[in-house]
Each structure stands twice: as structure tokens, then as C-alpha cells.
């Protein structure tokens, strides 16, 4: 983590194992020689590996170091917050027009590249007939056959049935594609129509 070294006055070794600035190995040297030498290039003593025996040093501009850090500790943030899991609850006799709007939704999180976990609620007596929850997961996964993948095939838990969608990026590609043949086809007609006009 940036931050986490010791650096010009706040290493307190006697000796270190020296990496110039351009990366190279200057052997071991007293640490106020490579301190000295740190500052004749306006530069700082970074203490990169206090483990070793002597302590490895780097001479580097160290606030550069640090907002590059920071940087990438930033991104790797980004990425791993980008996807994560979405729930998505469902009732054994949900009405056709909440069915399409959550079905929308897990499609625009699908879309999104979130995982989405769906998640069929029993009440009462309904647990007694686990079908009704598989038709309605099957209804879910026919119709996002083209953006969704199934990643847990559904299973019940406790009085819920859970099952996992995952974004299809292969069919993805299928939809691009298919959609390029359909314009594709839809230009040659009025093509031909001209060619006939003309004639």
C-alpha cells in the first residue's frame, strides 16, 4: 500500500542494498552514502524490502511512487466493485405483467455485466409444490436465453428456490452479429427495387 515505507531520514539500517533510479544494482553501501546519493539526483531513499538482509533501497521520486500507487490500487478497486451479485425475488403466482417488469430488470443487470440471483418465495402451502417455482425459473431463463447463462441450476433452500444467471457474452456476440445479417438483408431488397425502376 502506498504509504507503507520508510523513506530518506526513517530508514535507520547502517547498511542497504542499493537499486539506482534506472533500476540497476549498486551492491551494498553504507545508508548514508546512498542517501547522498539519492539527494545529489534530487531524488529519495526508498526502503522497498525492509525484510532483507541488508534492507533493499531504491533511489525514485517517491510522490510520483505514491500517486501511481494509488492509481492502481484505484483501478483494481473499480474493477472488482464493477460486478457484483443482484437479486432478483419472485412469487409462485406472480401476475404477467410483474413477471415482464422483473424480467426486464434482470436483463438490464445482465446487461450490465452483474450476476443476478433469482430467487423464488414460498409462502405458506405453496412450498408443498416446487414446480411452480421451476416453471417460472424456466419462463426467466427461455426468455433471456440470448443474454443470460445459467451458472447454479435452480435448488431449493429452505422455503426459497435460488438460481444464478450470469451474463452470456458469447451471445452477446450472436445478437451483433445477427442483427448485422438482418440490416444486411433489408438493403438488398430496395437495392433490387432501383435496379427494377431503372430498367
Known amino acids: 500500500m502506498p504509504g507503507d515505507h520508510r523513506v530518506n531520514d526513517r530508514i535507520r539500517v547502517d547498511t542497504v542494498r ?3 533510479q534506472e533500476g540497476n544494482q549498486r551492491g551494498v553501501m553504507a ?27 531504491r533511489i525514485m521520486d517517491y510522490g510520483k511512487f505514491k500517486f501511481d500507487e494509488a492509481q492502481k490500487a484505484k483501478e483494481s478497486r ?3 466493485l464493477n460486478v457484483g451479485v443482484k437479486e432478483m425475488k ?3 403466482k406472480i401476475g404477467a405483467g ?4 422483473k424480467t426486464r430488470l434482470v436483463e438490464k443487470f445482465l446487461g450490465e455485466g452483474h450476476k443476478v440471483k433469482v430467487t423464488i418465495m414460498f409462502r405458506g402451502r405453496e412450498s408443498a409444490h416446487p ?8 419462463r426467466i431463463v427461455e426468455k433471456l436465453e440470448d443474454v443470460a447463462k445459467v451458472e447454479s441450476a435452480p435448488k431449493l433452500d429452505g422455503r426459497n428456490m435460488i438460481m444464478v444467471l ?31 425502376e431503372e430498367s
Request: hydrophobic letters at 35%; charged letters at 35%.
Open 18 to 20: 542499493l537499486i539506482d
Open 31 to 57: 545508508t548514508r552514502d546512498a542517501l547522498a546519493l539519492a539527494r545529489s539526483l534530487d531524488l529519495d531513499l526508498v526502503e522497498i524490502a525492509p525484510t532483507a538482509q541488508p534492507p533493499v533501497c
Open 78 to 80: 473499480r474493477k472488482t
Open 90 to 92: 419472485y412469487r409462485p
Open 98 to 101: 410483474d413477471f415482464d417488469t
Open 131 to 138: 414446480e411452480l417455482g421451476k416453471k417460472i425459473l424456466d
Open 166 to 196: 450470469g451474463p452470456d457474452k458469447k451471445s452477446k456476440a450472436k445478437v451483433v452479429e445477427s442483427s448485422k445479417v438482418v440490416v444486411g438483408q433489408e438493403e438488398s431488397p430496395v437495392g433490387a427495387e432501383v435496379s427494377q
